[in-house]
Each structure stands twice: as structure tokens, then as C-alpha cells.
């Protein structure tokens, strides 16, 4: 029978090597979570958030030079049949009595957080969310591999979702915002970290990122049956109370091209918009982004009088920029006090029980607040619970057996599961058919809970702003 095993490897970049602890072949107990977003992931992205091994230490000082040498190092959990893998960075090494050691390692994605990168968006309009996204993820912060993986481009502009301070960003934070935004058709992206794959005993390498389009109508990645679960209860229920048919989003940021003729460092023109139409007012504060890479500015200011005809800005002195002034084509931003401007979208079928919300959204510009209204709008809520897999494997739809941890190897995907409904009643994929959001897998029951949320639901702008459904703790050992 196929087995989990769990080894460490030293922390050294861009290759790791193995380090033989024949303890660690033998584990009394092993442990991850996988997620997509959540609290506990600040990318959005997928990957590894948790994994636990315990093992028995051979001498009280043993035990202590675990605690001292072993932090930074890979901690690697692999199969003896499959090269892929699930790796993560010791962060820490406690007692777990008994004699035994408990060994946290966290995925790659805490390394994000700790260095600041300069990215810069090209403000014509030619750089891409994908653009934007392949030049974060080629950052050294990430210790990605050369080959990065885009499947199905998102076309939409950063410029019109967010620029990253000047003086340097996280990259949690600039992978974070970027992932806020859907494309012209709605459509959600997301990615995952994925470790290369390795034979066990030799070099573990840096991680791949695949930036993909959700696809709501794919075929399941993965397949199990009502008999495969713990318990056969109910998973997809519904409340109408959570209906929206119609959804109002005010949003406070607007943005625009400059048309001056003359570097002006007072003075804004733009002779296509409206400020006055757009709500600006005195004291609204308007950051110049700039013209192209090669000429940013990012100098900051307040609006101090609005022209009557709405095309010209009276700005107090601009700073903390390169130049803080304004020329012809820079691209600017302007964040709105009494946000005022307002998207609507509606459902096609509002009865019996039309349901409004409002939302105000100081931040988002028109082409986010569009996304959120209708990311909104929900005519058919589901309400899909967590369950547990029982068996030992899940199958692919060719089926073919794969042991349960294969999963989050692969990155999660779709689960289909069969005969959650007598074959007399007509389903629709939607109650059957499920995005994966989160594992947690412990090897000592060899079960994997599971967390979904239907597969054609939008994930971007409710998943941010509400937080993804939490998953089941670890066990722990």
C-alpha cells in the first residue's frame, strides 16, 4: 500500500539536498492543510498553508539539536510511488512529550511577506493583469523556478485596479490586489504554488506559480463516490434569505490620462473627464502615477478648486514623488471623500422574493465596482458543507486510483461526486460538481477533509471581502 513518507532537506537555494533521519521515514503522525485565499493565506493563491510531522527523538540531546539546527530547513512530504510532492519551510520544532518532536513547516508563501520589491506597470494600457502578475512572481522573494505557467491570459489593465507604492511593496500584498480582479467577462483567476517534481533522495528545486482562469464548465479533475464519504448526509442546502437580485455598489476612485500641455506641478487638465459629474471636491486627495515605466512619478497631493467646467484641478503642492508634477499622458488617480458614484446590475429573474443590497466601496474604480455588483448577484444560493473522505484514494475520471494527498500535489481542482442523488432525479452539475477550496489531510485516520464551493459561483470579490470558508484544524499527533 502506497505511503506518505516525510523527509528534510536542507534550506539552500536555488537546490536543496537531503538530510538522512531514517526517523523520519517512520513518522507517528503527518498532517497538511491546502488552501485557496483565506485569512491564513494573504496571496489569494494556492498552495500550502500547514504541515505537521512528529517523530520520536532517539536522546534528550537529540531532542535539543532538532530545536537548534533544523529551522529553515524543507520539510518534504512525498509518496514512495509518485514524484510530486508537498513541501514547506520549518518554522518551527516544539516538544510534543513522550520523547517525541513536533516538526511545523509553512508553505512558500510566507517568504512573500518579509522583503519589498519595486515593481512598475507600463500606464499606457499595454501591460496586462497577467503582465503585472509574472513580474511579481519573478521577483527573487518568490525563489520561483525560470518557468512560470499562464494558462488563458487576463487582459485587463492593472492601472485600472491598482498601482503599487513607488518606494516598494510586499509581494503578498501586490499578488493580493491584483487578484481581486476578474477579466472583462467576469471570468475569476487564480494561482498555485507547485513544487517541482523530484525522485525521493535527490535535489528538491524552487517552486513553479500556475496563473489560470477558474473554468466553470471543465470537467472534474477528480472523482469519488456518496459510499467514499464519512457520513452520507446532505451537503448542498439552500436559504433564501441569501438571495440578491439586485445589487448598488458606490464606488470613490476614478481615474484618468492628464491632458497638459506644460509641466504644471498645480494643475490638472483632462479634457475628457468630468470631475464635477464624478463628485470631486476640495480636499479629495489625487496621486499622479505617472507616465510610463521609464518616466513614474507617484507624488501625491489634495485637491484645493474644481473648475466650473469639471476639466481642470487646482492641486496644493504635490510630494514624495519623482518630479510631482503633471505632463501630458500621466496617468493619475483620484480617491473620492463622499463616494457618490454608482453601478448597478441586476438579475434576469427576480421572483418571488427580489432581494437589494448596497454596498459602499471607497476604493474601487468603475471597473471593479461593475465586477462586485454582478459578483454579487445570486439567484440560486447554495450552501455547501465540508465533508470527509474515507477511502483511501480518489479517482481520476479515467479511473484510475490516486492516493487522497494527490490532490493537493496537483493543486486541488474540481470534485465531482457521484450518486449524491437517486438516478431518477434530474441534477444539475452545479449540486454535484465542486471547486476545491481547502484540504486537510492527517495519515494516522488516512482521511482527507474537504472544503468546496460551487464550481460556477464567483470566487474573486466575495472571497476577499467575506474570507473563505475555514476548514477543520489539523489533528495533531
Not at 521577483?139 to 499562464?150: Q, V
Not at 501625491?300 to 501630458?328: E, K, M, Y
Not at 474604480?365 to 450552501?383: E, I, V, W
Amino acid at each position: 500500500m502506497t505511503k506518505l513518507l516525510c523527509g528534510r532537506w536542507t534550506g539552500d537555494l536555488p537546490n536543496g539536498t537531503p538530510i538522512h533521519d531514517l526517523a523520519f521515514h517512520h513518522p507517528e503522525s503527518l498532517g497538511f492543510r491546502w488552501r485557496i485565499g483565506g485569512e491564513d493565506n494573504p496571496l489569494g493563491g494556492g498552495g500550502l498553508i500547514r504541515m505537521e510531522a512528529t517523530v520520536r527523538s532517539f536522546s534528550k540531546t537529540d531532542a535539543y539539536q532538532r530545536y537548534n539546527q533544523h529551522a529553515g530547513q524543507r520539510l518534504i512530504m512525498y509518496s514512495s510511488w509518485s514524484y510530486g510532492n508537498i513541501v514547506g519551510w520549518i518554522t518551527s520544532v516544539e516538544p510534543a512529550g513522550a520523547g517525541r518532536v513536533r516538526y511545523v513547516a509553512e508553505g512558500t508563501f510566507i517568504r512573500t511577506s518579509t522583503e519589498f520589491i519595486n515593481v512598475t506597470f507600463d500606464e499606457s494600457g499595454t501591460d496586462t493583469i497577467t503582465d503585472a502578475i509574472l513580474q511579481i512572481l519573478a521577483s527573487p522573494s518568490f525563489r520561483m523556478d525560470d518557468g512560470i505557467t499562464t494558462e488563458i491570459a487576463n487582459n485587463t489593465t492593472p492601472l485600472d485596479s491598482w498601482q503599487p507604492p513607488l518606494l516598494g511593496v510586499l509581494p503578498a500584498v501586490a499578488m493580493g490586489e491584483l487578484l481581486r480582479m476578474s477579466d472583462s467577462n467576469n471570468d475569476v483567476y487564480t494561482f498555485l504554488f507547485r513544487p517541482n517534481p523530484f525522485q525521493p533522495r535527490i535535489e528538491a528545486g524552487l517552486w513553479r506559480a500556475v496563473y489560470s482562469k477558474i473554468d466553470k464548465t471543465a470537467a472534474p479533475d477528480w472523482e469519488i463516490d456518496i459510499t467514499d464519504m464519512a457520513r452520507s448526509d446532505t451537503l448542498v442546502s439552500r436559504d433564501i434569505k441569501e438571495r440578491v437580485t439586485h445589487a448598488r455598489v458606490y464606488y470613490g476612485t476614478i481615474n484618468g490620462a492628464a491632458t497638459n500641455t506644460q509641466q504644471n506641478p498645480f494643475e490638472l487638465r483632462d479634457q475628457t473627464a468630468n470631475f464635477i459629474d464624478d463628485g470631486v471636491s476640495d480636499g479629495d486627495l489625487i496621486t499622479n502615477i505617472g507616465n510610463n515605466p521609464g518616466d513614474l512619478d507617484g507624488s501625491r497631493g489634495r485637491v484645493i478648486d474644481v473648475d466650473p467646467q469639471g476639466r481642470i484641478l487646482t492641486v496644493g503642492a504635490l510630494t514624495a514623488g519623482l518630479r510631482n508634477s503633471f505632463i501630458a499622458g500621466d496617468a493619475y488617480s483620484i480617491r473620492i471623500s463622499d463616494p457618490s458614484l454608482l453601478v448597478e446590475a441586476f438579475a434576469t429573474d427576480t421572483d418571488p422574493w427580489p432581494v437589494e443590497v448596497i454596498k459602499i466601496e471607497s476604493g474601487m474604480t468603475l471597473t471593479q465596482a461593475t465586477q462586485y455588483a454582478n459578483s454579487l448577484l445570486d439567484n440560486d444560493p447554495l450552501s455547501v458543507r465540508p465533508f470527509t473522505i474515507s477511502s483511501h484514494h480518489v479517482r481520476k475520471p479515467d479511473g484510475s486510483k490516486w492516493p487522497l494527498w494527490e490532490m493537493a500535489v496537483a493543486g486541488g481542482g474540481i470534485i465531482k461526486i457521484n450518486n449524491l442523488y437517486p438516478s431518477s432525479v434530474r441534477v444539475l452539475d452545479r449540486l454535484t460538481t465542486f471547486f476545491i477550496t481547502s484540504l486537510d489531510y492527517d495519515n494516522v485516520s488516512e482521511q482527507m477533509r474537504v472544503t468546496v464551493d460551487s464550481a460556477d459561483t464567483r470566487l474573486d470579490a466575495l472571497l476577499n471581502q467575506r474570507g473563505i470558508i475555514g476548514s477543520e484544524l489539523i489533528q495533531r499527533g
